[in-house]
């Protein structure tokens, strides 16, 4: 952990570097790990989100559960606060965790991170900083995505079923939100990118040849996800 809190402020140590000489790279880089993170992975997650409002309308209807509000209201308690936001984690860790360790790695062993050091240049500014950038970024938008998808799957779900109409389900599940506990999803899923980019990034560096980058890459994923299950438990219990 001590290793990662130092990698983390070094990397956001260089937010500088943004607005200076090299600041056209760094902002190419953020660009292109956003189109990778979120845009290629938009429709996987819509499906996830649809798929889990489907799971949690279908055994409320089972039971006789035609509410709205109550409805909602296990939705919010299920899926808004703790399942979407891990499963898209989950997704990000999949596609492009496991992504951001090979190429790190590849950036180890192939010499570049001791070049960028030659030349003067941190690579935890370089490398680390706009893929933690971009990678935060990716899971909000997604994150706020899979919830719609999920709302609009269980409300579709109501509306086929005669429980009731979609914009009714859309009203409800929204007056169910709550603005602290929307602002810790927030703050939740920043830690999950913090931790998914520094875990990746950790055992990206570490490799030192190309069989110990192929050792880490399922070392790194077990890690990241194991670590955004502890971050959930741990804002669970802050909100209760």
């Not at 599940?173 to 875990?199: F, G, T």
Request: hydrophobic fraction near 55%; charge should be neutral; aromatic fraction near 8%.
């Amino acid at each position: 952990m001590g290793n990662q809190a130092y990698l983390l402020a070094n990397a956001l140590s260089g937010l500088g570097d943004l607005f200076g000489p090299r600041g056209f790279y760094l902002r190419r880089t953020i660009i292109q790990q956003l189109y990778f993170t979120a845009v290629q992975a938009f429709w996987l997650i819509n499906l996830v989100g649809v798929a889990l409002g489907l799971l949690v309308a279908l055994p409320l209807l089972s039971f006789g559960i035609t509410d709205v509000s109550l409805q909602a209201t296990v939705m919010k308690l299920a899926l808004f606060h703790q399942l979407v936001p891990l499963l898209t984690a989950l997704v990000v860790i999949g596609r492009s965790g496991t992504a951001l360790t090979a190429e790190i790695g590849e950036f180890k062993h192939g010499g570049v991170v001791d070049s960028l050091q030659m030349m003067g240049i941190e690579p935890d500014h370089f490398i680390v900083m706009p893929r933690l950038i971009a990678v935060t970024v990716s899971l909000i938008i997604l994150t706020l995505w899979a919830n719609l998808s999920a709302i609009f799957g269980a409300g579709i779900f109501n509306a086929l079923r005669g429980s009731g109409t979609l914009e009714n389900f859309i009203h409800a599940c929204a007056a169910v939100i709550d603005p602290l506990e929307a602002l810790l999803s927030l703050l939740m899923i920043v830690c999950y990118s913090c931790a998914i980019v520094l875990v990746q990034a950790r055992f990206g560096l570490a490799a030192r040849n190309v069989v110990e980058l192929q050792r880490n890459l399922p070392r790194a994923f077990v890690s990241s996800l194991l670590l955004c299950v502890a971050i959930t438990v741990i804002f669970t219990v802050v909100r209760n």
